[in-house]
């Protein structure tokens, strides 16, 4: 199967080819570390987490890299208003971030660089960016990139200079010759964070950071450049134009944007205060039913945010956890003749990967799985299916869920519930045998209030997940 990517820089669907075969030099845009994450970065960290899991399922060796911006107005302003350090306030929420970042599931990048660790990566830009032709100095010390000397300012977000500048919405600066340009180093100001540079004491712009990271870490372009669909414009075209003042040459070949995340038709943001933290959300939903509810959607699709919403995706979720539970004991205790379902799992599997070689379809992916569930569940129903087939159905959803990251994680916890519930449902049994059926029960209803479904079957009590 071949890999197509949704290429925003030409707007086409487009074969993946990458500049090393067998191997993906892939950044992703990360947060501006001054507050706990939200569920509008957990969508974007997800996606991009599924992304590099099926490019190394796909048999590509990854270099996975995403920043934390710790240098910003918004963290000094923080850091001011509470006393502290602007890099310590920044440090925090960092540890922070992976602690949330756990709670999501989400396998850690290969490198996490740092704004403040790359600052003579960033003069070295700059000083380039000037000796090159396309940036100047301003009286106060600041240097500004010089957008007019570039002639396609625009084709990521698919902008004309001419219309940006006479939509009145860019902030007037006296120290700028065109108010396009934009700031590659900043002046300090009195009490922020600043480091000597040969334009005096300052700190670096935003855009700068991401492609000097890249340069230094990654080369000097990248196969699959990620973000949050609101970076385009000006983030990621700044970015561009940096690199080519630079290099010379393209700075990604593939530009993958994800969707936002919405509230009442508003994206997701700090700055509005419609979001809602994943520390707190992951108090009353799991890792997995989170993941599950960003990748039943196209990851380039706007998405609208609601616990209802949640609860949907966690009920489709554990449809999918009953049937692969049965599935499991039906591969132990089901009948060994049947069929195999060699043909079932390598049609399934070949569904599952067209799906995702389609430019990540996480949705159609999802629905493979889900057809999965329905035919297994009339085939074991039936006794169509074997013990062994079984066996195989299992293979392939612990296989596939390496990249998707929404089963049940066999440790532990669950030997520990096997041991409680066989407890429990002797109890009821011997409270039956005494006819105390109002305990017995109480104990059936208060399981389902935790989620195990109870059933008295001839066999004996039987239990499961729902």
Known sequence: MTLFIQNNLTNRKEEFIPIEKGKVKMYVCGVTVYDDIHMGHARSMIVFDVVARYLRYSGYEVSHVTNFTDVDDKIINRAHERGVDPLQLSADYIRKYFEDASKLGINRADLYPKASESIDDIIDMVQTIIRNGYGYQTPDGSVYFEVRKVKNYGRLSNRKLDDMESSGRIAVDDQKRDPMDFAVWKTAKPGECSWNSPWGCGR?????????????????????????????????????????????????????????????????????GNFFKVEDVAKKFDSKTIRFYFLNTHYSSPLAYSEDALNEAQAALRRIWNNYGDLVSYSKDGPKDGDD??????????????????????????????????????????KELSAPGAKNVVALFRELDGILGVLPSEDRDDSVLDAVMDILTELRKELRARKQYDLADSIRDKLKDSGISLEDTAEGAKWKKT
């Open 204 to 272: 670096p712009g935003w855009h700068i950071e991401c492609s000097a990271m890249i340069r230094r870490h990654m080369g000097d372009k990248i196969d699959i450049h990620g973000g949050g669909n609101d970076l385009i414009f000006p983030h990621h075209e700044n970015e561009i134009l940096q690199t080519e003042a630079v290099t010379g040459d393209a700075l990604a070949n593939y530009w993958m944007h994800n969707g936002m995340l919405q509230v009442k038709d508003e994206k997701m943001s700090k700055s509005v």
């Open 341 to 382: 379902a060699i043909s079932l799992v390598y049609n399934a599997k070949t569904a599952f990967t067209a799906a995702m070689d389609d430019d990540f379809n996480t949705r159609a992916a999802v629905d493979v799985l889900m057809q999965l569930v329905r035919v297994t569940n009339r085939m074991m129903g039936e």
